[in-house]
């Protein structure tokens, strides 16, 4: 029997709300890290009767623009992220052992627009304006057998 080749993958996208605001650390190594939550509620249909199912999960940031994002990353916000899935264990100050899944965040795409100052844009002068010539295009429809569309 030939040995199986199995791929090692570990990819999250996952879309949401920040349910707190993100709080930028920095470890004892100096690297600078963002830690944030997101809750995701996926809404399904159950026997005819609306459903939700909400999930809530810390998301840790380490690149570079942690204090970029810091700003902006406020409760509420929404964003769509990608990492990777991480189990975590340790033991609390009362000795109950405890876990966690996280996501470490490799991308965090944002959602809303950023409000900018109003830029007041000056039309060019006519003489400035450099005429170019037109092209024309012919969209007259050909005919299309059947037999040649490959699906």
């Known amino acids: 029997m030939a040995q199986l080749r199995f791929p090692n993958i570990n990819f999250v996208i996952l879309s949401g709300r920040l349910v707190n605001d993100a709080s930028p650390k920095t470890l004892p190594s100096g690297k600078q890290i963002l830690e944030f939550r997101v809750a995701s509620n996926r809404r399904y249909l159950y026997n005819n009767e609306q459903r939700e199912e909400n999930l809530f999960i810390n998301c840790i940031y380490i690149g570079q623009r942690v204090l970029e994002y810091s700003e902006i990353l ?8 990608e990492g990777r899935l991480r189990y975590r264990e ?3 100050t009362n000795n109950n052992k405890r876990s966690t899944y996280e996501i470490i965040v490799s991308r965090i795409h944002l959602l809303e627009k950023r409000e900018v100052e109003d830029v007041v844009v000056e039309p060019p002068a006519d003489d400035e304006i450099e005429e170019k010539p037109s092209i024309k295009m012919n969209f007259d429809e050909e005919e299309v057998d059947e037999n040649d569309i490959p699906f």
Not at 74 to 81: A, E
């Open 74 to 81: 406020k409760t509420g916000y929404p964003v769509v992220i």
């Open 90 to 92: 340790w033991t609390d």
